[in-house]
């Protein structure tokens, strides 16, 4: 199975990613559906999902660096898996300090470091956003591609006409930050926008509203309405429904496929065919 790849740095990264939030017991839904992944997601159940991913065509999996995670990553690697590895810095919680950390997480080498979102949207509401400048270049001497995550799209916005040096960024369909669990069509339609208006490969996450959205119209939406140059990284949890990973790769290839042969506006002059919703047909942005 195919699936189209977007570029981060020299990385060549599958437009649907798997996401590690299952795997670390991160359900946005309820402390049992929470507790019942810690209980599912084993180190063998782990590597067997990686696996399956691979096998469907997702080369990319973007998971917390945490210690659970990057000591099953390193066994899956160690068994011949080859599934490249974007890690999301931790909770501030969870590090004394984070620029020591940084270089425990370059040990099992990501191909990219993206500084956690809700830690970001914590930095900005206190003023204290440009104490990442010091983060984000300590990443890239890592030799890691460097990126910031947020849930709140005028903090993507503001980073990028600020200059950050980030490679990609990671934004939240749904501001998890500031309505918890409520995932609000209006959140989607101002992500969205955001991403559209910044013209840097950016990762959309909660795509399926941690499983409240149906998956198939959900894939359909973030596909019409992010960029070409733009990936989806989405948690899947075979616990239920084994063939998840296989049926959303198969969904999203042939939504790409469909939406690449569809005539919805002219190709712009990078070759690559305009969102039906962020870009007018002449290529400049709307919103």
Request: glycine share 8%; proline share 4%; with cysteine.
């Amino acid at each position: 199975m195919k699936i189209p790849t977007i570029s981060i740095t020299s990385h060549n990264i599958t437009r649907l990613i798997i996401g590690g939030n299952p795997y670390s017991g991160i359900s946005h839904q309820s402390a049992a559906a929470s507790k019942a992944m810690e209980d599912y997601y084993t180190t063998n159940q782990i590597m067997a999902d990686l696996a399956q991913a691979e096998q469907n065509g997702i080369n990319t999996v973007l998971a917390r660096a945490d210690k659970h995670i990057m000591r099953t990553l390193n066994e899956y690697w160690n068994a011949g898996g080859t599934i490249q590895w974007i890690a999301q810095t931790p909770k501030s919680t969870e590090y004394s300090d984070l620029n020591e950390y940084l270089k425990i997480i370059a040990r099992y080498k990501p191909i990219a470091i993206y500084h956690h979102g809700g830690t970001t949207d914590q930095l900005y509401a206190e003023g204290k956003l440009n104490s990442l400048c010091d983060t984000l270049k300590r990443v890239r001497d890592l030799g890691c591609a460097v990126g910031i995550g947020t849930h709140d799209p005028q903090i993507l916005k503001y980073c990028y006409t600020e200059g950050y040096d980030v490679d990609f960024y990671v934004c939240a369909l749904y501001n998890h930050t500031r309505h918890r669990e409520l995932y609000l069509p209006d959140d989607r339609d101002a992500a969205v926008a955001a991403i559209q208006a910044v013209p840097m490969p950016i990762i959309a996450i909660k795509v399926l509203a941690a499983g409240r959205n149906e998956p198939r119209a959900a894939f359909q939406f973030a596909l019409e309405n992010i960029k070409p140059i733009d990936a989806m990284a989405v948690g899947m949890s075979t616990q239920f429904q084994p063939d998840q990973i296989c049926q959303n790769a198969l969904t999203v290839a042939k939504l790409i496929r469909e939406l690449e042969n569809e005539p919805n506006c002219r190709t712009g002059s990078d070759g690559h065919t305009r969102s039906r919703r962020g870009l007018r047909c002449d290529g400049t942005r709307g919103g």
